[in-house]
């Protein structure tokens, strides 16, 4: 058979490899024929030619192409065949007959090697069909045969649960055969009802039928899902109810009682809180409520009286409790006197800047630490022990002596044990010396005064003596109780007899402390490093504080990390009057805060949310809506105010406060410097975006930014200023404050004139002919109108003319001419006054 293509045209293979093609589709034309005797023949189809169809006119339908037909070749001529490049035709015949060329023929066999390609490829796919289909059928039949074992031990297994039922109930129903066994004839009747044996049955009480396809109650589980059961009483529950009838049938059963409560109440609670603390239904509570008048639900707060009535009323007692019963014991005063052992003196050293306070502890402990500080002046509080040379140890806090820390003073005076006044010989006593000695008087300690600056030329001990006696301090010197002594920190002349005095006051005073105890104490300073965090400086008064210990500081607490003492050396404990740096706890607490070790994190955590919540309120007191009049007028006065908006960082607490404490000085009723944020450490890019928002400047005491907040600082325009001086910084805030004031207004004199005659011009208006009396009259200055001893007009001279001349000034004795800018009430005799406004600028 030949292989051909549906191409259109209709091919015969011949014997021997010859083809005769039929040239067109069968049935589109009229074939034309045309025989050569025993040559290759070409029958061509002529087509008809395509019609163009008329509107409404069918298409005829097209003819089938023709098939493929194997036609047998004639037998070969033994004449001599024409090449097939000469085709022969007949006349009157249209068939050409030729021999097909090498391309032909490979064609030909390409064509039947990709139908034979097809029928493999065929084949091949059929056998995956059929191994596919019999993988699937294993795969199912197993399946199957899992489903069947499965149900088997399913049904195994219930056949075991019933079983292991069966028993449960024939052993109760023994033992209920034996607990009656001696019982009256009623108490048989109802272990037979229990058992079903009765011969009387009771009557059936009427149950619910079970819904056909109504799924069991219950928690639903795998084995509840799979289980077709209905479900069964529990042995628990089987037990109960064998209790309940022996309880009936001895006639003892009775109603369970209330049990009444201790309950805690605190300042506030919640309806439903009450309720959970008494056990009782929060429904019975509001009940109650409504019945007394109080229309409230169950998430209504009320105070602790109204829940004592609720409570007493229910039947309950009460136990009255407060918030601060969180901080009952922290600080409690019970040693024994057989705890006490003697401890350290604790020495605060003031007095006023530049007298030498630092000189002299650093003379005493071998160190610099005034070379350390900026200006050469103290602005920090730091507390040492010195070990003097008679084995004794004294612990020194230094203090700073600027105007500005006058909260750094007070908390050092409330701290220790002796104050050291320190006055310079060639100064005298100066204002923060007497503050010193307010402070030192307020803590109730004694003092002792240190005259400095002894090596000077006009050192001058008997001036400061008299001075000290204008503020009630009487030297011994001078018949008086308060100790003095006469030193120089840079000589170092008379330490020695000021540490004898120092000795010698400690022993009168019996300082003693209990080591053994939970260690407390005071924050003497307090800033947050990069490297290790907070750290809080404090000096412990009290007990022993070891490294893990949890501490309570403030309003922060933590687990101790580390401490280190005065030298930089570590250290596991630190007893009472020592000096030591604390690391671990979560926040940087305020200078001046107590620390304290407690039991456990709980309450240290209690402890220190119940103080941020006071802290918090009274951050709160005066914000809210409420408000009254006075508070109201207030407000209404200071809104009119200008504000200097900054944002304060520094290096330690007690610098934050001393900054903020000055310039809260500065405030007037025209200008304030509102403090926007105030914080310890370094410059983040929190403050700077909080000081965009806000307008502020960004001022740094002993701090810097790091490179992405000085990126942000630029990008948003926030000016950032630098400081390592105190005195700087509250400088240049005043002058800032100092250029919001308004300027003052301060009038000069000129002179007067008086109206002789009014004129009244055309496109001009009135114009005052005036003679000066007094002084000169410019033109542009301000000028006021007098009638009659009353000032009615206060504006600018618009003109002023002398004869037909504008001039700047006319002198006294001379007659002009003068108009007022947008006023023309002149009458005769009416007084000029002129003058000049000045404006000078406003200081703090």
């Known amino acids: ?76 001529a033994p004449a001599e065949v024409k090449p097939a490049t000469e085709p022969t035709a007949s006349r009157g015949s249209g068939v050409v007959l030729r021999t097909l060329t090498n391309d032909e023929k490979d064609a030909r066999a390409h064509a039947l090697a990709e139908s034979r390609l097809r029928e493999a490829e065929d084949r091949v796919r059929a056998k995956d069909d059929a191994a596919h289909r019999i993988i699937e059928e294993e795969r199912q039949k197993s399946e199957a045969d899992q489903a069947t074992a499965r149900k088997a031990e399913e049904t195994e297994r219930r056949k075991n649960d019933d079983a292991e039922k069966a028993r449960r109930e024939e052993e109760a129903r023994r033992r209920l055969d034996t607990d009656v066994g001696d019982g009256t004839e009623e108490t048989r009747r109802t272990a037979d009802r229990k058992r079903g044996t009765s011969a009387t049955p009771p009557p059936k009480t009427p149950s619910r039928k079970p819904t056909p396809g109504r799924r069991p ?57 009450l309720a959970n603390r008494m056990s009782e239904r929060a429904v019975d509570v509001v009940r109650l409520l409504m019945q007394q008048g109080n229309m409230l639900t169950s998430d209504d707060v009320i105070d602790a009286d109204m829940a004592q009535l609720i409570t007493e009323e229910m039947g309950h007692t009460v136990r009255r409790v407060a918030e601060a019963d969180v901080e009952e014991g922290l600080h409690a005063d019970n040693d024994e006197e057989g705890d006490l052992q003697p401890r350290a003196p604790i020495v605060t050293v003031m007095g006023h800047v530049d007298h030498g306070k630092t000189s002299m502890l650093d003379a005493l402990r071998a160190s610099d630490v005034v070379g350390g500080e900026a200006g050469g002046i103290t602005q920090h509080i730091g507390a040492y022990q010195i070990a003097v040379p008679s084995g004794d140890k004294v612990t020194f806090i230094d203090t700073p002596g600027h105007a500005a820390f006058s909260a750094m003073r007070a908390r050092g005076s409330k701290v220790t044990d002796l104050v050291i006044l320190v006055v310079a010989a060639d100064d005298g006593v100066m204002p923060q010396t007497v503050e010193a000695i307010n402070h030192a008087r307020a803590a109730g300690v004694p003092i002792i005064v240190a005259v400095n600056k002894m090596d000077l030329p006009d050192a001058d001990p008997t001036r400061v003596r008299n001075e000290l006696l204008q503020h009630e301090i009487v030297v011994e010197s001078l018949g008086g109780e308060t100790m003095e002594f006469e030193i120089s920190a840079i000589k170092k002349t008379g330490l020695d007899k000021l540490i004898e005095g120092i000795l ?43 490294v893990g210990d949890i501490v309570v500081a403030g309003a922060e607490y933590g687990r101790v990390r580390a401490l280190v003492n005065d030298h930089g050396e570590n250290v596991s404990e630190a007893g009472p009057s020592q000096p030591v740096e604390i690391l671990g706890l979560n926040g940087t607490p305020d200078a001046g805060d107590q620390f304290s070790v407690v039991e456990s994190e709980a309450r240290a955590r209690e402890i220190s949310e119940y103080r941020q919540r006071l802290h918090r309120d009274r951050q709160m007191v005066g914000t809210g809506v409420r408000a009254s009049l006075e508070q109201m007028m207030t407000q209404i006065s200071e809104a ?84 390592s001086v105190i005195y700087n910084l509250i400088d240049d805030v005043k002058a800032a404050m100092s250029g919001l004031l308004d300027p003052e207004l301060r009038e000069t004199f000129l002179g007067n004139a008086i109206i002789l005659q009014v004129f009244n011009i055309t496109k001009v208006g009135k114009v005052a002919g005036c003679n000066v009396t007094e002084g000169v009259v410019r033109r542009g200055s301000h000028v006021r109108l007098i009638r009659d001893d009353v000032v009615i007009h206060e504006g600018t001279l618009g003109m002023l003319k002398r004869f037909k001349d504008e001039v700047k000034e006319v002198i006294s004795g001379q007659e002009c001419g003068m108009s007022f800018e947008k006023y023309h009430d002149l009458k005769e005799g009416d007084v000029i006054e002129c003058f000049d406004v000045e404006k000078v600028e406003r200081t703090l």
């Open 217 to 273: 109650r219950g928690k639903l589980t795998i084995s509840n899902a799979l289980n077709d059961q209905p479900r069964q009483r529990s042995l628990a529950s089987m037990r109960r109810r064998i209790e309940r009838g022996k309880k009936q049938a001895r006639g003892t059963a009775q109603p369970q009682a209330k049990v009444l409560r201790e309950v805690v109440i605190p300042e506030s609670i919640t309806v439903q809180e």
């Open 504 to 546: 010698l006051q400690a022993e009168v005073l019996e300082l003693k402390a209990n080591p053994t105890r939970a260690g407390d104490g005071a924050v003497i300073e307090a800033k947050l490093d990069r490297g290790r965090g907070p750290v809080a400086t404090v000096l412990v008064q009290r007990g022993m504080i070891k």
């Open 1 to 76: 058979m030949s292989e051909t293509k549906d191409t259109g045209d209709t091919k015969l293979r011949l014997s021997g490899g010859s083809t005769l093609s039929l040239k067109g589709t069968a049935g589109s034309g009229r074939v034309r024929q045309s025989m050569s005797h025993g040559r290759s023949k070409t029958v061509v189809v002529e087509k008809k030619r395509k019609r163009i169809l008329r509107p409404g006119e069918i298409a005829p339908t097209p003819a089938a192409p023709s098939p493929v037909v194997d036609v047998a070749p004639p037998p070969p």
């Open 640 to 723: 009119g105010r200008k504000e200097v908006a900054v944002v304060i960082k520094g290096d330690v607490q007690g610098s934050v406060e001393a900054i903020v404490g000055a310039l809260e000085n500065l405030n007037t009723d025209e200008v304030v410097a509102q403090t926007v944020h105030k914080g310890v450490g370094g410059i983040t890019e929190s403050d700077v975006a909080l000081a965009s928002a806000s307008g502020a400047a960004i001022l740094a005491f002993n701090v810097r930014a790091n490179a992405q907040a000085r990126v942000a600082a630029e990008v948003e325009g926030v000016e950032i200023r630098y400081y």
